[in-house]
């Protein structure tokens, strides 16, 4: 049993960091280093009930996807119900509704700060402050309605492609003015956004995965509900992320987390801002013989992935901007820092990859 306490663990996540090694004017190759949080080490060993406590006590970002996916690896590795019982005073809806407030409470808090930077626009003063005030589903409706859609959220969810296309062109709202703008441009030759199932993909590949193995190829992205369409890929996540909201907004919405087994292993899931969150446990005679968390990022920045398909084959004067834009389409959580270099390389060699830290 390690002698680590959750005071001396990290807090937060560390910083995704890109570098775009660039030759002939363009990027040649994307690296990215992401070191993701190796708390599972401090209950290995330990009563599995003592995983939620760890957790409330040192992680920040993604706190309700993180308590539920692990609740949900738990029991499934105990072969215990999915819903708790009567007791514990918290059903699967009530989670649910906890988790989906906060991937919406994430994903605003970076479009008001963040993307006006780099998407630009301005956002009423009031937007900022009744962010604070987002505390249920109702008040998530209504602030939405108000700053984000210029309309209800489910009106919104129903428009066709006419109709959304016309919302977009009259800008009535902050995000649609950025979908009509003209910052993607650098972006709108590449890849449309692949379909995957990464449960299903992680389900199959759990043994692997748990002791720290990642089978190639890996899924290109977590964001295993993205839907492939017609749009270049920024407008298509931004897209995306407008549905998820809308949704969001309903006490009927879809759900955001559940568990399932494969042999001897736990699978919890949870649906972020970021995209699919996965926790996975075995118990053996009450406590935990193996557990890791792979969260949304991994994939975001996995070798072949979607940034690095982006992004590789950019002009270099263009680079720095479009990754900024595609890293806070992609991850509205974690932290980045971009960094350009020249490298003499033929034209034809390297077509890009990502590393991990």
């Known amino acids: 049993m390690p002698d680590a306490s959750p005071a001396s663990a990290l807090a937060v996540e ?3 960091r ?41 992680l920040t970002v993604c706190l309700q996807a993180h308590l539920g996916a692990a609740q949900q690896a738990v029991r499934a590795a105990l072969r215990a119900p999915p819903e708790p ?10 989670i649910d509704t906890r988790i989906r407030l906060e991937a919406a409470r994430d994903t605003l808090r970076r479009w008001l700060l ?13 937007a900022l402050r009744a962010w604070q005030g987002i505390n249920g589903t109702a008040a998530l409706a209504a602030y939405c309605r108000m700053y984000v859609f210029g309309m209800k959220p489910d009106a919104w969810l129903a428009l066709d492609e006419p109709a959304l296309s016309v919302w977009i062109k009259t800008g009535a709202a902050l ?18 956004p ?15 995965l748990l002791h720290g193995g990642m089978p190639t190829p890996a899924p290109p992205h977590a964001q295993s509900d993205t839907v492939p369409s017609q749009r270049n890929l920024p407008s298509a996540l931004l897209l995306h992320r407008l549905r998820r909201l809308a949704q969001a907004c309903s006490d009927t919405a879809m759900r955001t987390h559940g568990g399932l087994r494969n042999a001897d292993i ?44 982006a992004l590789t084959g950019l002009e270099s004067a263009e680079a720095e901007r479009s990754a900024q834009q ?32």
Do not use: K
Request: charged share 20%; glycine share 8%; aromatic share 6%.
């Open 266 to 309: 736990g699978i919890g899931w949870a649906r972020t801002a970021r995209g699919l969150l996965l926790h996975l446990a075995r118990v053996e005679q009450g406590r935990v013989s193996a557990y890791r968390i792979l969260p949304p990022t991994l994939w975001n920045t996995a070798p072949g992935g979607i940034l690095a398909s």
């Open 18 to 58: 890109v570098r775009l090694l660039c030759a002939h004017g363009r990027v040649r190759r994307v690296d990215a280093a992401w070191r993701r949080l190796p708390v599972e080490q401090l209950w290995m060993g330990r009563q599995a009930q003592t995983i939620e406590p760890v957790l409330s006590r040192i």
């Open 194 to 208: 692949p379909s995957v199932n990464l449960l299903e993909w992680a389900t199959a590949h759990a043994h692997e």
């Open 85 to 94: 019982p009567a007791p514990d005073g918290d059903t699967l809806p009530a």
């Open 326 to 357: 595609l890293l806070l389409l992609l991850d509205p959580c974690a932290p980045f820092e971009i960094t350009l270099a020249q490298e003499t390389l033929p034209p034809a060699e390297n077509t890009g990859g990502v590393g991990h830290a």
């Open 14 to 16: 560390q910083p995704v």
């Open 175 to 192: 995000p649609a003015r950025w979908l009509r703008s003209g910052l993607f441009e650098p972006l709108r030759r590449t890849l449309l």
């Open 114 to 126: 963040d993307y006006p930077r780099v998407f630009g626009g301005v956002w009423n003063q009031n």
